[in-house]
């Protein structure tokens, strides 16, 4: 009998608990939720339709077809910058392809160039770079669901997740006149970036702009929208017209050791002189810089950056990259650009 009471016990629990958990699931399909889904997924999409976004009911729908991938996870732990030394990393980008198809794109556009360049202040050699080194002129934007890989980060990568769950956010929030198409749609790298210029969905949102009037802002297929959303993020961080950007130095022997942390200008140049750093082309000594560090194919490198270098490093944080950018721009200007 002891036993008989045990296995009805047992069968009264078991009962209960496909009734509760039968309740649950019929429960959040009346609220259109899908069952599978996480809590923080939930969580996000309570937080999205609280920001003014999609409805709760609408953003876990969308989730619910993402696709969690391993190689986005393996690409985000491993980035050229973090990895390579100049000497290897600066071949990857300075190859006479790049710069050829570099002045090519500015010559069959230099009508639109030299008008954006003029109306946000940033050379035309300095936007083609970017979307030169970002994504070799439009042909390479990505493979990845924009989606996909936003998700990925936020919900599978702990060290970044809260940069990556914002970013989704904002892709949630980002309304017709940001997106010339629907967000499942939307392809582009590893990390979520996306167009020629490879813009995440908050630099999308403050700075990409609508240049051709359509009113959207298509960067893909619009380059008045493409090149004038890359100017205008340089002239919103600090852009200063006129201004160099980089300059090599000759270190004295008995040059003071520096190990700046970090791109921001804050000697003046004489003061980088005092210290041993003689800069090799003319530049005024009142103007503020820092020292840059490169392990070169023949050695040391050292440089004197300015404003205008730290404001390419707000693109990518690397140095390695804003060097990249700075030397692809003035060999495409060199070759692109009639002589006097």
Not at 21 to 49: K, M, N, P, Y
Not at 260 to 285: F, K, T
Request: charged share 20%; hydrophobic share 45%.
């Amino acid at each position: 009998k002891a036993m008989l009471r045990v296995a009805r016990a047992h069968l009264v629990v078991r009962y209960l608990c496909l009734f509760a958990l039968g309740s649950g699931v019929a429960s959040a399909q009346s609220r259109g939720v899908d069952s599978g889904v996480g809590i923080a997924e939930r969580d996000f999409a309570t937080e999205v339709a609280e920001a003014g976004g999609p409805s709760q009911a609408s953003v876990l729908a969308t989730l619910a077809g993402v696709k969690v991938q391993q190689s986005i996870l393996d690409a985000i732990a491993r980035p050229a910058e973090a990895t390579k030394p100049w000497s290897e990393y600066r071949p990857i980008f300075l190859t006479d392809k790049r710069i050829d198809d570099g002045v090519a794109f500015y010559r069959a556009n230099r009508e639109l160039l030299d008008h954006v360049g003029a109306e946000y202040g940033v050379p035309p050699q300095i936007i083609v770079a970017i979307i030169g080194v970002e994504t070799s002129y439009g042909r390479i934007t990505g493979k990845y669901r924009v989606l996909d890989a936003l998700a990925t980060l936020a919900f599978h990568y702990p060290p970044r997740a809260a940069f990556f769950r914002g970013e989704l956010k904002q892709l949630f929030l980002l309304g017709d006149q940001h997106l010339a198409y629907p967000i499942d749609e939307l392809r582009g790298s590893y990390a979520g970036a996306m167009g020629w210029g490879q813009f995440m969905p908050t630099s999308i949102a403050q700075w990409a702009k609508d240049e051709d009037g359509d009113g959207h802002i298509d960067l893909w297929n619009s380059l008045p929208d493409i090149t004038a959303s890359v100017a205008n993020y340089f002239a919103q961080h600090g852009w200063q017209p006129g201004q160099p950007v980089a300059m090599r130095a000759q270190p004295a022997a008995d040059a003071r050791a520096l190990a700046p942390d970090g791109s921001e200008p804050l000697y003046p140049v004489q003061q980088m002189e005092a210290w041993g750093y003689a800069p090799l082309e003319h530049v005024d000594a009142a103007l503020p810089a820092t020292l840059l560090r490169l392990d070169g194919d023949r050695g040391a490198e050292y440089w004197l950056t300015f404003a205008n270098f730290q404001a390419i490093t707000r693109y990518n944080r690397s140095p390695l990259y804003s060097m990249a950018v700075w030397q692809l721009a003035e060999a495409i200007a060199a070759s692109a650009t009639p002589a006097p």
